[in-house]
Structure formats: structure tokens, C-alpha cells
């Protein structure tokens, strides 16, 4: 398959641990054990049906894996762990392959195993508020499912359409409303998994805080690399009487983040804060037209929640509060539409980006909210130094940055530069007391900036316990630690 | 009596940890002790305590975040947060002592409010933490939002002290609420009163308590004795004319009847919830804490109590069972039974260091995963020195 010339150069950039040649030796016989295990087309092993799983939402790196199975029931996927297992053959789990960290790369020597298969809600719960699921439905498949009650699944991904619930568990993902609600660790109750070893186990339930050591926390936001989930079982929330956003637009980033700190301090927690830098506002602008300030420097969508009359008193709490600062202008909206005129900017901000580059890397720093303008500031220069565009969009009220960095993929040297313009960012959010990643993962993306954060120790203890899990490092193994460590450990393994 | 050593500094604790790992002499570890009734007694001949680890090292209310050092006491947190109206958001019940934020982040022990917001656990933004290798690790971090590497917050915090030695943690914080309001539905049996517990919660008018209380825990408190019968109780949190609103609304919808609590009385019926005054155990009986589905609830406190006579309340809109009974092997069996058919969990919070050490303190867990459990535990403390016993007799 012909490819852009880029892309080839790009692939060779991401550096993998040595395929196990017996493996790729053995390439068939493993196909023909996977065929015996699932049915027929559980099974992909022509290159051109690999493609589509050769990358993920971090789609400068790709590697073909070795094959894919795609299991339809949980005793599939513990035939699968338990064979590889016996085998040492590494596993990569994959939801919809939205990662944007490369978390779902596979590897030459590796079987992915593909959850998308498993997409049926299995209960819902109304009296004691949950839902069970597999882990292959769509993160908005579960509201779909519920909201006829007048439920939803509280953690909103902007990548709700496509990404799993498997994935999201697997990330710990956020959205614009954790502020109020919370990420994906504190919307959940239960799992089942399968273990490295293909053992099926049931974590948690419907009740809150089993005893006993944490595991859904620690299951959570662990990449892939401790266990295959199968099922998840989440709160499910009653959505309230409404919501209204309204929109504030400010001189600099300075005012807009005291504008911020000022809300916060006045004890009103909106159920979304989200701030955008002039470029993210105009790229949006032309994409939704939602009627955002273009003569900004920085804006605001806020959000609240209740009655109609509680949403008048809390938005008119907040404007008075953006009075103080010195707004360009502010805009309550009036209506269910226009609310979601607004979201629809916001929402739809990597794609708006996406037109203007048809490449850029998206950053997801955290920072403490206090040092946002000094970030920002300093973000701006290190862009004129790289020569590259930046656009900023954030979690206001939670610290969590979203830096797109736009370059140009049949560039090598733009593409190099952004990757090194990113990990600057990163490097000066952990300086500034915050850290590398709020909600995408480490992956293959950050896993060799992970000493910037931990020491030698800190890492040391949190391999041993991916040992616990998957004493043959068989599991996801090419991600989140710094690749050297890694390799090391799962060759003393074989 | 055992050895208490209660270093003041973190180096100090790294320093008496190593000298015990060289020594394989085991550690009962603690910070001032408040809980030390809770799951197996540890045998150890050496206490390592937290409690003289204090102060708050950071508090940004506008970040909405304050860390402190594990032996700081939880009221000097609560005091501090209060000047700047905010609170700790999982509402730990006080058990009568000094209890340490350490302590408290030890065993994500949480109170009424968790059922809307979240356990312990869900706010630790951040730890540093000794290991039984004697070495200083840290998780998470001072922002609200910190996916970066495997969660030690979240595998510490209910770990009992087992894995590692926590010195210092960050929280997030909220504010405070500016008025409480309280609707009260007497006359309900537990399973009715469960039924409008799940209706006021899976209604929209975000409920941040749920619980109810039998007649004789209901006699007991000041604010509700008047009612001389069993009540359920649906609490809101918000700005004081939401709190008006939302109580009427909820009071329409489940029936139009029931009385509303003001706000002194609500605050002060929520207290008595979560300090576990509806039970008034005698010196010689049990406690246990069952978390089930919220719809079991109603069922564990029947069959426990025709079981063995024990009597409970109910919190987290009837998942939370609290109950005293005999401290009795039967009594333990009939709990463990329960919570088991319910397919949830328990945890004994008292009782005699007889009951103590004979039976499964907290579920046993399925082999392949006690495996991993024992792997965890030799991942963190490898000579076994931390609280050996606390959780299961073998690990
Ligand atoms: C346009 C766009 C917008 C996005 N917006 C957000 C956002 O707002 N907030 C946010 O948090 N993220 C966002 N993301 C990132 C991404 O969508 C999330 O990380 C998501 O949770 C990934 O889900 P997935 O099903 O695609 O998982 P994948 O990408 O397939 O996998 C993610 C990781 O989880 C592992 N995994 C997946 N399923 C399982 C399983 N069942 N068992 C074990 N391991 C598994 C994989 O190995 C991999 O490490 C966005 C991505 C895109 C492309």
C-alpha cells in the first residue's frame, strides 16, 4: 500500500521493545490455535485487515500487530489470556482506539485483543442507580440507554460517540463536567476482568467501598496493563431539571483566570468551567458558529444546573462576579439551543483545529489553577520559539490543559519539533507543581518524560506492581514506563 | 505493652521502618488510635505511630486543595477549612478520640454525604508514603486531576496501614454548603423506607443523604424523638432558597407528607448519622459495617436481626447496613451470610479480640486473587513488617 512519504519516516520514530522472533516464527500455528478458541471471524489475520488496528487517536505512530482477535463473550477472552499466557505471547487490549497518549498501539509480536464485540448493556438498576455493561459499549451508549428514565453516565469525553467504557475505565477519562461529577474512578462500582493468567474475577458490585484493598481504583487509569475488562458496572445519575451555560469574554488570560478564582472562592462550583485562548476561540468560531467573542482574548463557558429559577440566580451570582473583571462582553444563553450552540464550539474543538492543521498533537497537562496565566504566557513564547501554532483549551476549574500544537505531518522536522514542543509543556506543568497527564494516559506518548514526575523508586515500586498482575510483563507491556526499564524487565522474564 | 515509637519527622519513620525490615520485626501501625478496635487485632512487639507527624503544609482554598502530614487531628483540618467555608466533601465520622487525617485516608472511612459525592478515597488528590523497604514514595500530586501512572491514592487509602506508612496526603476540598435542609418521612419499615430513599435519590434535585433510622435509634436523638417511630431522611446541601425549594419539590413527590428540619436541626441529625449514635453497642457486643446494593439494605437488617437479635440503621439510601449484635461467631456468620447473599461486603468495626481473630474480619477473596493480593502486599512490604494480620490472618 502506497503511504505519504511522512508517515514512513514517522512510524520509524517511535521506538519498540525487540519482538520476540519465536513468536513471529510461530505466527501461524498461533493464528490457527486463535481459530480453534473463537469463531471464525473472531479472528483477523491478513495484512490488510490488520491496518485498522495498526494505530490509535495518536495516529503518528502505527505498528501492524501480529494478529487481532475480537472475543464475543468473557470465556473467550480467559481462553485467549490463558493461551497466550502458556505461550508468552504480549497482549495489547483495545476499545475504539481513541487514545490519544498511543495506549492501544500494538506491538509486531502482539495479539490485540479488541473489545468491540462486547457492546450489550446487560442490567440496569433504576432502584439502585447503576448499569452493567461490556466493556465494548460506547461511552454514550450508556446514557442512550438510561435517559429515556431520565438518567445519564455522568463522565463526558468529547470522544463520547466512539470510545468505550472499557477504555475510558482503562484511562480513568474526564470530561467537561467532571468538575461537579467527578472522572470515571468515582462513577464506578464493579468489573469483571481477566487477569494476565486468564483467570475471570468480579471486582466491587453495586455497593459503594468493598473491603479490602482497592483494585477498581487502582484497575482504574491502568492502561491496559494489569488486566482485560469485560465488564463494568457505573452509577447511573438522575440529570437534573436543567442546565444553562453563558459565556464571558475577557482582555487577557490574567483576568480571565482571576475571574475564575473568584468564582470558586465565591462558593459556587458550576457544573463545567471551561476556558478558551484567542486562537482556540477563533478556530471554533468558524467551525460552529456559536457566536463566540472573536474581538477576545480569552473565554469562559460556564455552566449551571437546577430549576429555571435557580439557573437564573446562580448565572446572575456569576455575572455580577465577571462584572468585577472587566468583561468584553457576556452572554447568558436563553435557550436549551443555544446552550448547546455553545457546547457545540467547544466540543467539536479538535475538529475546528483539525481545519486549520490537518495535524497537531494534543497536550493534556495539569496545572495548579493559580499559575494559569504564567503557563499560558509561557506556552505562547515557547511556540514563537518552535515556530509552531498553539491553540488552548482548558478545564478551568480543575487545572487540565489542553494545548493543541499544530505542525505538518509530511514534515518530519515540524513533527519532531511539536513532539519536543509538548514535552516542554509537559515538563513545565509537572515544574509548576501539576502533572503530565489529567486525562489521556501516559501510553507511548509520555512514558519517557515519567522521570520527570517520579523517581527511580516511585517507578520501581509501581512496576512491581504491574509484576503482581503480570509476572511475565505479558500485558500492554511497551507503555507508561520509560521504555529502557521496561524492556529490560520483560526480557529477564523469557 | 508494646514499644511506641512516634517520630516526628518522615526520615524518622523511613529510618524505624528500614531498622524493623532489617530486624523482620513486625510493626503495629497507627496514628493516635482511634481505630485500632477495627478488623484483627496485630501482634507486634513495636507501635509506629503517625501521630506526631502535624501541621497543614499547604491550603489553597481557591484550588479548592489542602494537604497536611498524616498525625495532623481532622478537626484542626475541619477548623481550617471552616474559616473559608469549605469542608472535607466525604463527611468522616468523628469516632470519639483525636482521630488523625492519616488515620482517616487509612481506612476511607466515609459518612452520609458519600452516597452523593464520593468516599475518602475519591478526593486524594495525593500521598507521600513509606514503604517496607523503607523508601519514600509519592502518588498523585496537588491538582485536581492526575492520571499519570498506576493510582497509589486510590490502593492505599482503605489499605489499613498494610502497605505502606502514609505521611502526608492531599485532599480536595469543597465549599461548604450555605444551608442544610432535612425532609423527614416517619412511620416507614425499612423496606418502604428504602423504596422513597431510592426515589429522593433518583430524583433531580441532587439528595446528599439518604438514610433511616428504626424507632429506637429515632427515640435516642434530640431533633427526631418527637416522631416515636421509624423515619426515613432525605438531606439537601445548597444555597439556602434551592435547600426551601427542593424540600418541597421532594416532599410533593414522595406522597406530600413528612416534616422538614430546619437547618440547625439538620445539621445536627446528620452528626448523630454519621457518628453512629442511632447504635449505642454495649461494651461486650460487635459492630459491623455492611455496604450492599441500597435495595438489599432492608433485607440484611431483617435477616441479621432474626438471626442473632442484632439491631442497625441504614445510610447511603439503604446501602450502608450498620449493626451491633453479640459478639458471637454465630452472630459474625449470620452478618457475613447476609452481606454475602446480598453479594456485598462487610467489615467488623468492633468486638472482642476473641471474635477478632477467629473469623474473616472482611471477605476472604477468591484464590486467584488472593494471589495478587499476597504479590501487592510482597510488592510494597516484603518482609511483612507492616500491620501483619490487620486485613487477613495470612498476609
Ligand atoms: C477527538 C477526541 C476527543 C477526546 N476527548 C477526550 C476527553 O474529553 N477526555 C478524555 O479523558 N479523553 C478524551 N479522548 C481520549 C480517548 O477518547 C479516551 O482515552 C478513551 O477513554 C479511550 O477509549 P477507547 O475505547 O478508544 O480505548 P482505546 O484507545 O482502544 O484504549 C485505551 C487504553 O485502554 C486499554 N483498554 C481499552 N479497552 C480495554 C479493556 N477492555 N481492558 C483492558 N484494557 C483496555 C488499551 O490497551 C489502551 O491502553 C479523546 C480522544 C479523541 C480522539
Known amino acids: 500500500m502506497p503511504r505519504p512519504a511522512g508517515e514512513i519516516i514517522l512510524t520509524n520514530m517511535i521506538n519498540q521493545p525487540e519482538p520476540k522472533a519465536e513468536i513471529l516464527a510461530r505466527r501461524d500455528t498461533i493464528v490457527a490455535a486463535f481459530r480453534g478458541m473463537l469463531p471464525p471471524e473472531a479472528v483477523i489475520a491478513e495484512p490488510i485487515r490488520l491496518r485498522p488496528y495498526e494505530t490509535d487517536g495518536l495516529s503518528a505512530y502505527r505498528q501492524p500487530p501480529l494478529a487481532v482477535v475480537l472475543p464475543e463473550t468473557t470465556e473467550q477472552v480467559a481462553a485467549v489470556m490463558r493461551y497466550c499466557h502458556a505461550e508468552g505471547i504480549r497482549v495489547v487490549p483495545r476499545g475504539a482506539g481513541t487514545s490519544l497518549s498511543g495506549g492501544a498501539l500494538p506491538m509486531a509480536d502482539a495479539v490485540v485483543v479488541g473489545l468491540m464485540k462486547m457492546n450489550r448493556i446487560l442490567d440496569i438498576d433504576y432502584a439502585d442507580r447503576c448499569a452493567t455493561v461490556q466493556a465494548g459499549v460506547t461511552n454514550i451508549g450508556i446514557t442512550d440507554a438510561v435517559q429515556g428514565r431520565g438518567f445519564f453516565y455522568a463522565p463526558d469525553p468529547s470522544s463520547q460517540l466512539a470510545c468505550m467504557i472499557g477504555g475510558n475505565v482503562n484511562m480513568n477519562s474526564g470530561g467537561a463536567h467532571c468538575l461537579k461529577y467527578g472522572v470515571t474512578a468515582n462513577n464506578l462500582l464493579g468489573l469483571k476482568i481477566v487477569t494476565a493468567e486468564g483467570d475471570v474475577l468480579n471486582i466491587g458490585g453495586r455497593h459503594l467501598d468493598a473491603a479490602g484493598y482497592d483494585w477498581l481504583g487502582l484497575l482504574t487509569g491502568s492502561e491496559g496493563q494489569l488486566a482485560v475488562i469485560t465488564e463494568v458496572t457505573v452509577r447511573i445519575l438522575r440529570s437534573p431539571e436543567g442546565a444553562r451555560a453563558m459565556l464571558a469574554a475577557f482582555r487577557s488570560n490574567e483576568i480571565a483566570g482571576a475571574c475564575v478564582d473568584s468564582i470558586i472562592s465565591s462558593g459556587i462550583i458550576p457544573v463545567a468551567l471551561e476556558f478558551m485562548d484567542r486562537p482556540a476561540i477563533h478556530a471554533c468560531e468558524d467551525f460552529a458558529h456559536a457566536g463566540y467573542p472573536l474581538d477576545a482574548e480569552a473565554m469562559l463557558i460556564i455552566e449551571v444546573e437546577g430549576s429555571s429559577e435557580e439557573q437564573d440566580a446562580l448565572l446572575a451570582r456569576i455575572r455580577a462576579i465577571c462584572e468585577q473583571h472587566d468583561p468584553i462582553s457576556m452572554k447568558v444563553s436563553q435557550s436549551a439551543e443555544e446552550s448547546l450552540a455553545i457546547w457545540k464550539g467547544r466540543k467539536g474543538a479538535f475538529g475546528a483545529i483539525g481545519r486549520i492543521s490537518p495535524d497537531y498533537l494534543c497536550m493534556d497537562g495539569v496545572i495548579p489553577t493559580s499559575r494559569l496565566p504564567e503557563v499560558l504566557r509561557r506556552i505562547g513564547e515557547m511556540g514563537d520559539v518552535y515556530g509552531l501554532k498553539v491553540a488552548n483549551i482548558f478545564h478551568a476549574g480543575d487545572g487540565n490543559l489542553h494545548p493543541l500544537i499544530m505542525f505538518d505531518a509530511n514534515d518530519p522536522e515540524s513533527f519532531r519539533k511539536a513532539e519536543q514542543f509538548g514535552a516542554d509543556i509537559l515538563k513545565l506543568c509537572v515544574e509548576m507543581g501539576g502533572c503530565l497527564t489529567g486525562e489521556h494516559g501516559v501510553g507511548v506518548e509520555k512514558r519517557d518524560l515519567m522521570p520527570v514526575q517520579f523517581k527511580a523508586e516511585e517507578l520501581e515500586q509501581q512496576r512491581r506492581i504491574k509484576t503482581a498482575f503480570d509476572p511475565d510483563w505479558l500485558l500492554n507491556p511497551n507503555k507508561v514506563f520509560p521504555l529502557a526499564a521496561s524492556s529490560e524487565r520483560s526480557a529477564r522474564t523469557h | ?395
Open chain 2, 1 to 395: 505493652m508494646s514499644d511506641l515509637l512516634a517520630p516526628t519527622d518522615e526520615d524518622a519513620i523511613a529510618a524505624a521502618i528500614r531498622r524493623a525490615g532489617t530486624a523482620r520485626e513486625p510493626l503495629a501501625v497507627g496514628g493516635n488510635g482511634t481505630k485500632s478496635a477495627m478488623l484483627r487485632p496485630v501482634q507486634a512487639a513495636r507501635s509506629l505511630s503517625t501521630g506526631n507527624l502535624t501541621g497543614i503544609t499547604l491550603y489553597s482554598p481557591k484550588e479548592l486543595i489542602i494537604s497536611a502530614r498524616a498525625g495532623t487531628p481532622l478537626s484542626e483540618i475541619e477548623a481550617t477549612l471552616n474559616e473559608q467555608g469549605q469542608h472535607v466533601i466525604a463527611e468522616p465520622p468523628d469516632p470519639g478520640g483525636p482521630q488523625t487525617i492519616g488515620g482517616v485516608v487509612a481506612t476511607n472511612l466515609s459518612g452520609p454525604r458519600r452516597v452523593a459525592w464520593g468516599a475518602m478515597r475519591d478526593h486524594l488528590l495525593g500521598l507521600r508514603a513509606v514503604n517496607g523497604h523503607g523508601q519514600v514514595i509519592h502518588s498523585g500530586g496537588r491538582v485536581l486531576k492526575n492520571v499519570t501512572g498506576l493510582d497509589l491514592c486510590k490502593l492505599l487509602a482503605g489499605s489499613h496501614g498494610t502497605l505502606a506508612v502514609i505521611t502526608e496526603v492531599t485532599l480536595k476540598v469543597l465549599p461548604a454548603p450555605e444551608a442544610v435542609g432535612t425532609l423527614v418521612l416517619p412511620g416507614l419499615d425499612a423496606a418502604d423506607g428504602v423504596s422513597s430513599l431510592s426515589a429522593a435519590l433518583g430524583s433531580p434535585y441532587s439528595v446528599s443523604a439518604a438514610a433511616w433510622l428504626p424507632a429506637d435509634a429515632t427515640d435516642r436523638i434530640p431533633m427526631l424523638s418527637a416522631f416515636h417511630g421509624p423515619v426515613a431522611l432525605v438531606r439537601i446541601e445548597e444555597f439556602a432558597p434551592s435547600v426551601a425549594y427542593r424540600m418541597r419539590k421532594l416532599r410533593d413527590e414522595l406522597g406530600g407528607r413528612g416534616e422538614i428540619l430546619d437547618d440547625a436541626a439538620s445539621r445536627s441529625v446528620w452528626h448523630a448519622i454519621r457518628d453512629r449514635e442511632p447504635l449505642v453497642p454495649m461494651t461486650d457486643e460487635a459492630v459491623w459495617r455492611v455496604s450492599v446494593r441500597p435495595s438489599a439494605g432492608a433485607q440484611v437488617l431483617r435477616s441479621v436481626g432474626d438471626a442473632c437479635g442484632a439491631r442497625g440503621y441504614l445510610d447511603w439510601g439503604g446501602g450502608l447496613v450498620s449493626l451491633a449484635g453479640p459478639a458471637t461467631a454465630a452472630a459474625h456468620e449470620a452478618v457475613q451470610m447476609a452481606a454475602r447473599d446480598a453479594g456485598g461486603s462487610w467489615m467488623l468495626m468492633q468486638g472482642s479480640e476473641t471474635l477478632r481473630v477467629a473469623v474473616d474480619v472482611i471477605p476472604p477473596e477468591p484464590e486467584p486473587l488472593a494471589r495478587i493480593t499476597q504479590r501487592v502486599k510482597a510488592a510494597f512490604d516484603p518482609h511483612g513488617i507492616l500491620n501483619p494480620g490487620r486485613l487477613y490472618a495470612s498476609l
